[in-house]
C-alpha cells in the first residue's frame, strides 16, 4: 500500500541533516526536473519583489524567500517532519512509536510542487511553492512533471494499492490510474450533501493515520473502507476508486 499525501504551505524550520542532495531522494528519475526547479526558485529569491508576486506571497514573506534562496545549502530534515498543518496534526506522527513509525516511512509519500513526490524518510529543506505557482521562464508546472511523475509513482507503488489523498491540483502534476481518492462531505439535516473545506484535510489525515497504523494490507477500496470504519470515520463508497468520509 502506497498512501499519497498532499505537501502543505507551512513547513518547519531547520534541520539536523545535510543540505539537500538530490542523489539521495526517492524516484531518482525525477532528479533532471527537480534540479531545473531548483535553480529557477533559487534564482527567483534573488528579486524578492517578483518573488512575492509568482508565489503569492505578501511584504511580510521575507523569510519564506530566504528559505527558497537557501535551498541548496540550508540544513534538512525527513519529509514527514518538515511539513506541517492541520493534516499532519492529525496524522500526529510524533506519537508513533518507533514500530509504527517504521511503517508510516514504508507507506507514506507525499506530493510536492518542487520535488514532484517525496517518501516520509526523504531529507528536505524548507520551501515555498505551490502546485498552482507558474514560474518566469518555465512550462506551467503540470506540464513539467507529467512526462516522469506518473511513470515514477507508478514504479514506487509497485503493483500495490494507491490512496491518493492529495488535492486535485497535486493530482495533476502526476495522475496514478486507478488509485483510490477520499473526497470529505458534510451531510445536513435535510439529506443534502455540501464539500467540507476547513476539515477536509483533518479527516484525510485521520484516514492516513488509520492506513499507517493497520495490520491489514488493503488490496481494494472496501478493504480501506472497513480500516477507515474501524478508526471512527463514517464511510461511503462512492465508486471503485472514490472513497466519501461524512461528517
Known amino acids: 500500500m502506497l498512501v499519497l ?12 541533516d545535510a543540505p539537500l542532495e ?3 531522494l526517492a524516484m531518482s528519475q525525477l532528479t533532471p526536473v527537480r534540479d531545473r526547479l531548483i535553480d529557477k526558485v533559487v534564482e527567483l529569491a534573488a528579486d524578492p519583489g517578483t518573488a512575492r508576486t509568482v508565489l503569492g506571497l ?12 537557501g535551498l541548496r545549502t540550508s540544513r534538512t530534515r525527513p519529509a514527514l517532519e518538515r511539513y506541517t498543518g492541520v493534516l499532519y496534526d492529525a496524522l500526529d506522527a510524533r506519537a508513533f512509536t518507533k514500530a509504527q513509525r517504521a511503517k508510516a516511512d514504508a ?46 509513482l507508478h ?7 494507491v490512496i491518493d489523498l492529495r488535492s486535485g491540483t497535486y493530482q495533476q502534476l502526476g495522475r496514478v490510474p486507478g488509485a483510490i481518492t477520499a473526497n470529505v462531505l458534510t ?28 495490520r491489514a494490507d488493503p488490496t481494494d477500496i472496501r478493504a480501506v473502507a472497513r480500516i477507515a470504519t474501524k478508526s471512527g470515520l463514517k464511510t461511503e ?3 471503485p476508486t472514490e472513497l466519501l468520509i461524512l461528517t
Open 237 to 239: 463508497i462512492a465508486s
Open 58 to 69: 505578501g511584504k511580510g514573506a521575507d523569510a519564506e524567500i530566504a528559505r527558497n534562496a
Open 107 to 152: 507507506r507514506l509519500a507525499i506530493g510536492s510542487a518542487l520535488f514532484g513526490a517525496v517518501r516520509a524518510t526523504d531529507p528536505i529543506p524548507a520551501y515555498r511553492l505551490s502546485g498552482g505557482s507558474k514560474l518566469p521562464g518555465l512550462p506551467t508546472l503540470s506540464a513539467l512533471w507529467r512526462d516522469s511523475l506518473p511513470d515514477a
Open 5 to 16: 499525501l498532499p505537501p502543505s504551505e507551512t513547513k518547519s524550520d531547520g534541520g539536523s
Open 155 to 161: 514504479a514506487e507503488a509497485a503493483g500495490e494499492l
Open 187 to 214: 451531510e445536513h439535516p435535510d439529506g443534502t450533501r455540501t464539500v467540507v473545506s476547513h476539515f477536509n484535510k483533518h479527516h484525510k489525515g485521520l484516514l492516513a493515520r488509520a492506513l499507517v497504523l493497520t
Open 22 to 24: 538530490l542523489a539521495s
